[in-house]
Structure formats: structure tokens, C-alpha cells
């Protein structure tokens, strides 16, 4: 019956409502219609799929042709997975661009036939890991921090490590206790993650931080400081507010964690969240985030002052500025921070 149809309709309207393995198995099993499913074809799902993600130079393939079949297939499939999970992955290598992770040659990150082939033999071996921590793998090993591989390895001990990190592990989500905040909402292709006193909400949080925390005072990153501190109050409730609602990708992007020692029951486990409001993206040059940490909420940015003191923070810093303020003002929190925050930077 397949093989009356026009292939006219299989190629405008069949083909693209099967997913990728999907249309290889026509190729594969329907010798009438097999040459529809080319390479070309494939290449097109592929740019679908980078817009669909907004990863449009930020990740591609090699396009030199002859592209080999086998290539191709590799990934279309890995950029037809993870609909949340590969967004968040180009929200991060913006950030890895602005911070020097990424080659000396700048994006996109291209994803090489040869490691495609060494590395993902089948299906399979791309689901071995949460989804997102297999797409990071796609392409961790083209970052580098002062000449430090950023790829992700594989520990002996079941646990991971990438740079000169501590090493992590996938923290299971029968492990949590019951109650425990990180609980609600777990996401098992983009997991809760423990690394040594750190308890992440997921991998992509346990990334994000790792930019501010370990890769951000690396060569060529100029004037990652803070420049901006208010002592708020853990009892204050438009702190409590800023560290626990959810906000909303116009204003910025939530990275949480706990600072527990290592103990899943402990009492006094500390919650900390950094928003970022700028360099995540498209077209921004600039990365600023807030750290809501011990009551306390810092102002961190790469920004280049356009002025000096004692012109104020919105004329210095126009960009991270307005940011913040936009941030804040729901919460009640705008003047308390910029207006009357401590100036250090």
C-alpha cells in the first residue's frame, strides 16, 4: 500500500511526522521509498531541530561533502532528543562563549563524524547516561579551561568528574527522603546531582555554577567581579521569595543548590540560588547573576564599566543594572538592593 503513495506526500507529509530512526527504517525495510530517505533529507531535519532548540550556531555538523549517511543519522538523532534539555544546553555554551570556554576559533561547536562514530556505536550508547549529561558529552570535549579538557569522564567508583572538578554522581531519586525539596519535581533526564558539600537540583544547575565558581577567572576572562552586595535577612520574605519562586525566562534563569555537608537529612541545610539575567541569551555579551546566598544578595558581571565613581551603578554598569532592576521589582526588592546595596566593584 506504502508503495502506491506519491512521493510527493511521503516526502512533504509522511517522512516529517516520523522521527528519525523512525525513516531509517523505511529506508531500510521499503525498497520503493528508500531512496527518499537521503542524507540531504536528514541534513534538514537537522537544521529543523538546531531552530527548533535555538542552537543555530551554537552547535552544527561538519557540511563538508560528501557527508556520509551513517554521520548524519548519528545526529539527526541526538539533536531530535531532549526538547527541555538541549535548549538549556545552549543557554550554557552562551555562557561558556562569554567566559572563554569554548574554541579559539568561536562557535558553533561542531559535532565531528569521528567522535560521533567512536563514541555513539548504536542508540544505546547515547541513552547510557540522563539525557542531559549525554548531550553535554556530545560536546564537552571542545571546552577547555586554561587548557584543561572540560569533557565528561566516567569515574571508577560509578561517580563522574569534568576539569579539575570535585567529582559528582547521579543522585537516584529513591535515595532523596521523603519531604526532601529536591523530591518534587525530580527530572530523571536531567537528574539531582551530589558533589562533595553541594546538592544541585540537576546537571544543568551543577554546570551553570561550575561557570561562576571554578571557570570564571580563567585567561582571557576580563572583569568577572562583584561589584554590588545587600545584606537583606534570611527572615526578609521578598528574600525568601527571590530564593525559593519560580521566575520566568524573561527575567532570568535559576540555578539552585544546598549547601547540606554532604547529609541528606541535615537539619540545617542552606539553600543558595543564582539568577542569571544576562549572557544566556541570544546576541548578549555581557553574563551577570545575582548570588541570593545567607540573606545576602551579590551582584557578579563581565561587564566593562562605562564610567567611573561616583557616576551610579546604572550609569557604570547600564546593562547588568537594568537587568537586576527588572529582576527585582516584583519582589520589592529593587531599592533595597541597587539603591541602597553596598557598592564593592
Keep these: 500500500m506504502s508503495d502506491s503513495v506519491p512521493d510527493e506526500l511521503w516526502l512533504g507529509r509522511i517522512l516529517p511526522s516520523l522521527l528519525v530512526h523512525e525513516a531509517v527504517c523505511v529506508r ?51 539533536l531530535e532528543q531532549g526538547s527541555n534539555e538541549w535548549p538549556g544546553m545552549g543557554r550554557f555554551i552562551r555562557l ?21 562514530t567512536a563514541h555513539l556505536p548504536s542508540r544505546t550508547a547515547f541513552h547510557q547516561l540522563p539525557l542531559a549529561m549525554a548531550i553535554y558529552r556530545l560536546f564537552s570535549h571542545l571546552l577547555t579551561d586554561e587548557g584543561t579538557s572540560l569533557a565528561l569522564q566516567p569515574a571508577d567508583d560509578g561517580s563522574y568528574w569534568i576539569g579539575n572538578l570535585w567529582t559528582f554522581r547521579v543522585v537516584p531519586l529513591g535515595e532523596l527522603p521523603g519531604g526532601h525539596p529536591y523530591a518534587y519535581g525530580y527530572k530523571r533526564t536531567d537528574p539531582v546531582i551530589r558533589s562533595d558539600r553541594f546538592l544541585y537540583l540537576s546537571f544543568s544547575a551543577f554546570l551553570m555554577h561550575a561557570v561562576f565558581l571554578w571557570w570564571s577567572d580563567g585567561e582571557g576572562v576580563v572583569g568577572h567581579r562583584r561589584v554590588l552586595e545587600a545584606h537583606i535577612g534570611h527572615g526578609d520574605c521578598r528574600y525568601g521569595r527571590l530564593l525559593t519562586d519560580n521566575i520566568t525566562e524573561d527575567q532570568g534563569i535559576t540555578v539552585d543548590y544546598r549547601r547540606d555537608r554532604g547529609d541528606l537529612n541535615a537539619a540545617d541545610a542552606r539553600d543558595e540560588r543564582n539568577v542569571i539575567v544576562s549572557g544566556f541569551r541570544p546576541n548578549e555579551t555581557v553574563a551577570s547573576h545575582l548570588l541570593v546566598w545567607n540573606g545576602r544578595i551579590d551582584l557578579f558581571t563581565t561587564e566593562r564599566r562605562t564610567a567611573d565613581r561616583p557616576q551610579p551603578l546604572s550609569v557604570r554598569f547600564q546593562v547588568s543594572i537594568g537587568a537586576v532592576r527588572r529582576l527585582l521589582r516584583p519582589f520589592g526588592l529593587e531599592r533595597d538592593v541597587i539603591d541602597r546595596g553596598t557598592v564593592v566593584g
Design 28 to 78: 531500510a525495510t521499503c525498497r520503493v521509498k528508500a531512496a527518499l530517505v537521503t542524507a540531504a533529507l536528514l541534513v534538514e531535519r537537522i537544521d529543523g531541530s538546531l531552530a527548533r532548540h535555538s542552537l543555530t550556531g551554537l552547535i552544527d555538523i561538519d557540511r563538508t561533502a560528501p557527508l556520509p549517511f551513517s554521520y548524519v543519522l548519528r545526529a539527526a538523532y541526538v
Design 96 to 116: 561558556a562563549a562569554i567566559y572563554r570556554l569554548t574554541p579559539a576559533n568561536g562557535l558553533p561547536l561542531v559535532l565531528s563524524a569521528q567522535w560521533l
